[in-house]
């Protein structure tokens, strides 16, 4: 089981990917950990997780058919 | 998606262009219980920062997602205001400096409702919808741009 | 009549083209310091009142004394908001029912200034300015508008 | 000496004219009194007077050059 995560924004500049491809995790904070990993400068930005085309705020579980993406601070209008 | 009214496309690449407001303006002529019209639009501003302009913002979005967002914008806005219509158009990938990247459009019996109503959807668009703006510069440098 | 700025006139004989409205836009677009445009427009309502409907309102004013007021409403607005511009057209004559009768159109750096002029001038123009209004019914009968 | 009074909206289509000739009077309060046994209905009006392009509210002294103008309650917009 994986999730492959979308990347969006500066999120996705700094990744240099559109997707990132990540092992199953418990929950969004080990999620929140192990994508901090990953893309170097993450842990920096105030980013949102977005599951199922929602925001999670604090934590959470994630379903296995989870669609998770994350999104840097909004800049649209 | 069985929902009370189906999901628009807000989306559009490009610009929108003044032509395109007036065309929405004058569909309007025909619904006669209209008394008041409100209209926000976002202009690309040429800012100059660290002395380099901008030249453009290149916009792209999270589609699905701003989508389902502003349906649930749209419905609440719907329920707090006795609008007779609202029309929401935001523009993605590279908008010039000068051109419009947003238009919004609420249209209502009495002034109070349109206006209030197209102030707080422009508020909601900013905070709500997943839309990321790059500003890009004369020398193709670039930086994110972040709502207030 | 030495004042800070050029009185200018506001009135249009007939109703404002939703054209007009695009080319003022438009016109705005070498002026790369505005970030947000906020325009209202009022609409001539089709109201039926005691079983007649009204096919046109047709406009009046006193117009050298209404032309002082929106002045000092204008002069006044540009002190109290951060505005590129602001241009005011209100129409005098017979306007049909679902035509555009008043184009209030501010624009500004940011979003909050635009939104909030636009919205306190209309309600100054309301208050303020002498402009009759008589409602024309189908029947040719009418009635005097009287702004809340 | 007298005034012609300009007269708008509601307030011409009773008088049936858009000027109304009136005798000095000495303020604006004589002259409201002028007017309205002039124009019948007009006492019922909520109506302004305007002295040289601006409202006057309360009662004022009227110079022999004041810009008269009785303004029904306004509609613009």
Redesign the interface.
């Known amino acids: 089981m994986a999730y492959s995560i ?1 990347l ?3 999120i996705a ?1 700094m990744a240099g990917a559109t997707t990132l491809e990540v092992d199953a995790v418990a929950d969004v904070q080990s999620l929140r950990a192990t994508v901090e990993a990953r893309i170097p400068g993450l842990q920096q930005l105030p980013y949102l997780v ?1 599951v199922d ?1 929602d925001i999670v705020t604090g934590n959470a579980v994630l379903e296995s058919s989870a669609l998770i ?1 994350l ?7 | 998606m069985d929902k009370e009214r189906k999901i628009k496309n807000i989306f559009v690449q490009g610009a929108v262009a003044p032509a395109f407001v007036a065309e929405s303006i004058a569909k309007h002529s025909t619904k006669t219980d209209i008394g008041a019209h409100s209209i926000f639009m ?1 202009q690309v501003r040429a800012d100059v920062i660290d002395g380099k302009t901008v030249a453009a913002i290149e ?4 589609e ?3 989508l ?2 502003m349906h649930e914008i749209r419905e609440a806005i719907f329920r707090q205001y006795p609008l007779t219509c609202m029309h929401i158009h ?1 523009s993605l990938g590279r908008i010039a400096a000068g051109d419009i ?2 238009f919004v459009f609420t249209s209502s019996g009495h002034r109070k409702a349109a206006i209030d109503a197209c102030a707080e959807v ?1 508020e909601r ?10 500003e890009i510069f004369d020398n193709e440098t670039h930086q ?4 207030k």
């Open positions: 979308r969006f924004g500066q500049e977005a085309k993406a999104l840097p601070p909004y800049s649209g209008g | 976002g916009y792209t979005t999270y699905e997602m701003a389902e967002k935001h990247c947003l422009v668009i900013k905070k709500e919808l997943p839309v990321w703006g790059r994110w741009k972040e709502n």
